[in-house]
T-cell receptor, first 112, second 109 residues
């Protein structure tokens, strides 16, 4: 087990509804990241966290917010889901800034 | 700004033939380069990083600062190498990885 889980694994939601995705880690790693994966775009960083209550924006942060109230959980919220947010969302963790990432299994989100 | 380019979206190679997946980067300082792999229905996993200079599953990659490249190579392709491959870069004192758009490698039996 990689020590990182994402929930839900799949979700279908309607346009305009709020959605929250959860990333949970058991590794006590400081850094956590949310990426989205889209064909032709690869992985793009949405938001990341470098500690409890410390977060920063990535390159595609519009329409998304995050929260990290404790080390093990990093929540990604789509405030009002749009069809352009249909994607596969990956969470990743890293022990320090100079280490590689460990990825979660992903959440496939469909906005209809 | 940091940027990673993987010029091939798709690459098909016969089993036993050599494989080269291209990766070029743009970064003004000293980068740290990675290759990640995603097998079908599995999570992304680290394949190798240039700092460790190791060979994983027969793959190697050399950082060429003159050509700003970090191509992934394997002398003899195997069917289990079929996967999506991502090149990634991290700049100095930067916590974030920037990924390329990925190359889907298919090994033809």
């Amino acid at each position: 087990d990689a020590g990182i889980t994402q929930s839900p694994r799949h979700k279908v939601t309607e346009t305009g509804t709020p959605v929250t995705l959860r990333c949970h880690q058991t590794e006590n790693h400081r850094y956590m990241y949310w990426y989205r994966q889209d064909p032709g775009h690869g992985l793009r960083l949405i938001h990341y966290s470098y500690g409890v209550k410390d977060t920063d924006k990535g390159e595609v942060s519009d329409g998304y917010s995050v929260s990290r109230s404790k080390t093990e959980d990093f929540l990604l919220t789509l405030e009002s889901a749009t069809s352009s947010q249909t994607s596969v969302y990956f969470c990743a963790i890293s022990e320090s800034s100079n280490r590689g990432y460990t990825f979660g299994s992903g959440t496939r989100l469909t906005v209809v | 700004a940091q940027r990673v380019t993987q010029p091939e979206k798709l690459l098909s190679v016969f089993k036993g033939a050599p494989v080269e997946l291209k990766c070029n980067y743009s970064y003004s300082g000293s980068p740290e380069l990675f290759w990640y792999v995603q097998y079908s229905r599995q999570r992304l996993q680290l394949l190798l990083r240039h700092i460790s200079r190791e060979s994983i599953k027969g793959f190697t990659a050399d950082l060429n600062k003159g050509e700003t490249s970090f191509h992934l190579k394997k002398p003899f392709a195997q069917e289990e190498d079929s996967a999506m491959y991502y090149c990634a870069l991290r700049g100095f004192r930067n916590e974030k990885l920037t990924f390329g758009t990925g190359t889907r490698l298919t090994i033809i039996p």
